[in-house]
Each structure stands twice: as C-alpha cells, then as structure tokens.
C-alpha cells in the first residue's frame, strides 16, 4: 500500500507560478512510475507530466511543455511539479498518482495508488 499526500496548490494571477509536492509512505519509492494528472470541473482526467523511477524520464503533456517541469526526490519519497506561467485554462484539481509497471506515462490506467489532490486556481 501507496499513500500520497499532494500539497502546493492555490490562487494565482495568470503568469504566476506555483510548485505542488507531492509524499510518498508505505512502499519502495524509488522504483515507482510517479506522474501528475489534473481535473477541471465537468471534465475528464487528464495527463500532465510523468517521471520514471531513475529521474531520467520525463514526460509532458503537449499543453503544459516548456511551462511545467516534474522532479523527485527519493530520498525525501516526494515528487514536485513546478508550474510557470500559468494560465486560467491550468485551473482544475491537481493529482499525484504512483505506479510500478506503467507503460504508457500518460495512461491513468498504468497507475495503481492516487492522491487526494490539491486545488490550482488561475486568475485572468
């Protein structure tokens, strides 16, 4: 068992920043998929950026590439997402999720253990 604690969320101006954590407790960390994906009200769960286990893989969704940057630190079993230049259209509840054999980065279904999540707002 996987628990994950996201943190790191709030209101901003479009053009601000914002840095999400995201801890890890239970299992072996360090060998764990670890990704972030998003929902808006009304709207289907979507990928946002995915890191393998070594920190030598990313992944990003097209929409947020260049903006967005995921890291992780094992020794501390916490993975962060750091946001830059949001937008309003970035606004949704932010979830960290966790899987040992994900394929396909951008697939929640690749994902075995999920976060409460954590609210971002943007501002226009």
Do not use: H
Request: charged share 20%; hydrophobic share 35%; glycine share 12%.
């Amino acid at each position: 068992q996987v628990q994950l604690v996201e943190s790191g969320g709030g209101s901003v101006q479009a053009g601000g920043s914002l840095r999400l954590s995201c801890a890890a407790s239970g299992r072996t960390f360090s060998m764990f998929t670890m990704g972030w994906f998003r929902q808006a009200p009304g709207k289907a769960r979507e990928f946002v950026a995915a890191i393998r286990w070594s920190g030598g893989v990313t992944y990003y969704a097209d929409s947020v590439k260049g903006r967005f940057t995921i890291s992780r630190d094992n020794a501390r079993n916490t993975v962060y997402l750091q946001m830059n230049s949001l937008k309003p259209e970035d606004t949704a509840v932010y979830l960290c999720a966790v899987g040992r054999n994900v394929v396909i980065m951008r697939d929640k279904g690749d994902y075995d253990y999920w976060g409460q999540g954590t609210q971002v707002t943007v501002s226009s």
